[in-house]
């Protein structure tokens, strides 16, 4: 009798594991789909130190041709909000989104991306917009630890990698759009505050 109730109980276990096999490959098969919908060619990969990233990013930002979308939390290195702003200059559309709280004090860059025609917002929505992200052209996704500031090219470890994927970057254009949508014009660029006199 021990033995048929043994052998019962195996059998249930073993129709378990079957029909649990099923829902796994299709888990598999999900995550499989996944994989190949974000699969990139690496054009770029820069660390700091050394110092060069802010140039082979700049070599991208002059060769769009149709479009920019940047998210970051901190962008205080001017020579690549010169670059956004020749591309807005020349027909690309450039649009921005800065960490709200950040760019209320960003006295340099804004007023370079501003005078160039780049559309500029901040983003209020979270505790912190900690992005660094760029799109150019709906093909091609930057991104990594680097800010695009003073500290990211010249003193800080970083990283930036850029890759080529028209799938990938609309997955993050989806999300810029998200972003955009909840964060509000910045038409002027922050005053400078001085110090009051004693």
């Not at 276990?13 to 499989?32: F, H, R, Y």
């Not at 041709?65 to 591309?87: G, H, N």
């Not at 649009?95 to 804004?110: H, R, S």
Request: glycine share 6%; with cysteine.
């Amino acid at each position: 009798m021990k033995k048929i109730i043994l052998f019962l109980l195996s059998c249930c276990l073993l129709v378990q594991t079957v029909s649990a096999n099923p829902d796994t490959t299709k888990g598999a098969k999900e995550v499989a789909k996944t994989d190949a919908v974000l699969k990139a060619e690496v054009l770029s990969v820069f660390f700091t130190p050394p110092a060069g990233a802010a140039k082979g990013l700049i070599r991208y930002l002059d060769g769009a041709k149709k479009s920019i979308q940047v998210m970051t939390y901190s962008f205080t290195y001017v020579e690549i909000a010169d670059a956004l702003a020749r591309a807005a200059k020349r027909g690309v559309e450039v649009q921005v989104i800065q960490d709200g709280p950040t760019a209320a004090n960003n006295f340099d860059v804004i007023p370079v991306l501003l005078k160039g025609g780049v559309v500029v917002r901040g983003n209020k929505a979270h505790r912190i917009f900690h992005h660094k992200v760029m799109i150019i052209d709906g093909e091609i996704v930057v991104t990594g630890s680097y800010n695009f500031t003073n500290s990211a090219e010249k003193s800080n470890a970083e990283n930036m990698i850029v890759l080529r994927s028209a799938t990938l970057a609309q997955q993050y254009y989806k999300n810029f759009i998200s972003h955009w949508e909840r964060s509000y014009p910045i038409t002027t660029a922050p005053e400078r505050k001085t110090a009051k006199p004693n």
